[in-house]
């Protein structure tokens, strides 16, 4: 194996650094579940839509809970829309 370069560590090291690692990436999703409102685009990318016209149709129906702090600006409520996606998620057949 010519090239390849091997790093050796202690089992006590290698378990310290994933433990480094999932604190890291806790941190990292920590900061996105922190926000309570959320802005139109970041809503649409969880919701997996496109269009201004598809959240204003949700909006509208009064599927999603939103604030409008101002005549431009329109926040939504991110455990909203997680809720409304998962009223419409589909078991698996393994869940039937």
Known sequence: ??????????EKNFFELIDKVVSHLEKLQGKD??????DSDSAKKLLGIKSDTSLFHLRSQG??????????????????????????????????
């Open 33 to 38: 579940q922190k926000e309570v409102w959320i």
């Open 1 to 10: 194996m010519e090239g390849d370069n091997f790093i050796m560590i202690t």
């Open 63 to 96: 599927l999603i809970e939103y604030s409008q702090p101002s005549r431009k600006i329109i926040l939504y409520k991110r455990e909203s829309l997680l809720k409304y996606l998962e009223k419409h998620s589909h078991k698996t057949f393994d869940e039937l």
